[in-house]
């Protein structure tokens, strides 16, 4: 128990990343640090390598070059309490289409949640799927699905969120929800990191915004 | 982090029960590698004849190459949904251990064909003629090498899941590995025929097993992490 005191501060570092896609390199030299309470929005044009950047980040995806660091440590080094401290997100929902939106959740909050901190039923309404929530997910609609993949976010403990682009098919009423609650969760000290086309609405979220453009 | 053994068996439980609630959901897939079974052993006395003898000769064969060729058949469901719909990078981006979580799906893939196909071969068995008594070899040698069919499967579902057309590349990939288990499996059951003991076969068929299932679920998860690289 001698390490320094830096490691226990939640802290994501990215040093000098490249990211590559097959042969393509897509950025290179990208540097940028995320502290408790922070917001990072990734902009730019389709193809320019959000997505990749995010699969790096989560580490899902290797980097060509440079590191990320997490509480002063490279993630490939701390895998296992990365993924515990981070949710990812991802354009594909990770739903079951066979299993309804009630036996999605709660197989979320089994295998990745690290402390239950709502109960599954509570989720469902705060998700506003209380109607559906017997029903299979193959019978909801693509912004069902979406809120019913960002509850994955309510189950699970997570400090650092990675979401890649958590608004598309949402309704507007669907989108002031999730960013009531990305705000809630930046106000307990947790950080978020997102992809998104359209601008940040929130004059809350737009206070502790940094923006990446790639 | 405390309870870190219990978290992992209830992982294994949680992913366990949730490929088996899916098998269920999803009928046709769970019926089509047993009617195959069925219907590709029915195919050889049609095809040869019918003369009992003759059958109980090709029985051991065809009952295990059957079998081997219809959990080949079902290989692909352990990870193409979970790849398609996305589930499989949350998996892989779970804290719990990936060589748990492969060892879940496998025993519910292995619940949902191999034990299936088990239970099933006594009846193909009488239809080729075996004698009631030498079932029990059929059955014991099919308990013992399915399990292994299914752990070194995954290993190149893994690999071929991320491809578009990777069933053939499948085949070609675990066909030749499932040899040895065949050899063993398929002379055990005739030796039973013939009266003769069959305890080294079934000791080198469970040597098998306990390798594959020390072995297979690390090369998966490794397998896996490239697949979604």
Not at chain 1, 69 to 94: A, L
Not at chain 2, 44 to 61: E, M, Y
Not at chain 2, 116 to 124: F, I, M, R, V
């Amino acid at each position: 128990m001698t390490q320094p005191k830096e490691d226990n501060v939640a802290e994501l570092v990215v040093h000098n990343l490249q990211g590559a896609r097959g042969d393509r390199v897509l950025f290179s030299d990208l540097s940028f640090r995320l502290r408790p309470a922070e917001f990072l929005h990734i902009t730019g044009p389709n193809g320019s390598g959000k997505t990749t950047l995010l699969r790096i980040v989560c580490g899902l995806l290797s980097p060509e070059r440079g590191e990320i660091r997490w509480r002063g440590r490279d993630i490939r080094k701390v895998p296992t309490q990365y993924r515990m401290e981070s949710t990812y997100v991802g354009h594909r929902d990770g739903l079951k289409a066979e299993l309804t939106a009630l036996e999605n959740l709660d197989i979320a909050a089994r295998l990745y949640g690290g402390g239950i901190n709502h109960s599954l039923d509570d989720c469902i309404r705060v998700l506003g799927l209380r109607q559906c929530q017997d029903l299979m997910v193959a019978q909801l609609s693509a912004g069902q699905r979406r809120r019913l993949a960002l509850g994955r976010l309510l189950v699970k403990n997570a400090i650092l969120w990675i979401l890649d682009e958590p608004f598309t098919a949402i309704d507007d009423q669907g989108r002031d929800v999730v960013e009531a609650h990305l705000i809630s969760h930046l106000e307990q000290g947790g950080m978020v990191v997102l992809t998104s086309h359209q601008p940040v609405s929130h004059p809350r979220l737009r206070e502790c915004c940094i923006t990446v453009s790639l | 982090m405390e309870n870190t053994e219990s978290s992992v068996y209830s992982a294994f439980i949680a992913i366990f029960r949730r490929d088996l609630k899916l098998a269920l959901r999803r009928r046709a897939e769970l019926i089509n590698p047993l009617a195959f079974f069925v219907i590709v052993v029915s195919l050889f006395p049609l095809g040869l004849s019918a003369d009992p003898p003759t059958l109980l000769r090709i029985a051991p064969g065809v009952l295990w190459i059957s079998a081997l060729l219809a959990t080949l058949l079902s290989l692909e469901s352990i990870f193409r949904s979970d790849y398609e719909d996305g589930s499989l990078e949350q998996l892989a981006l779970s804290h719990h251990p990936l060589p748990v979580i492969v060892m879940g799906k496998v025993a519910a893939h292995w619940c949902t064909t191999g034990l299936l196909l088990t239970l099933l071969s006594p009846a193909l068995g009488v239809s080729l003629a075996m004698p009631m008594d030498k079932l029990g070899a059929l059955v014991l040698t099919l308990i013992v090498g399915t399990p292994t069919l299914s752990l070194i499967g995954s290993i190149g579902v893994a690999l071929t899941v991320g491809l578009r057309r990777g069933g053939i590349l499948l085949a070609l990939l675990i066909l030749p590995l499932y040899i040895p288990i065949l050899i063993f499996g398929a002379s055990a059951v005739d030796m039973a025929i013939a009266d003769l003991e069959v305890a080294g076969q079934l000791y080198l068929l469970t040597a098998m097993l306990v390798l594959s299932l020390t072995l297979a679920p690390f090369a998966t998860a490794i397998a896996l992490r490239v697949t979604l690289e």
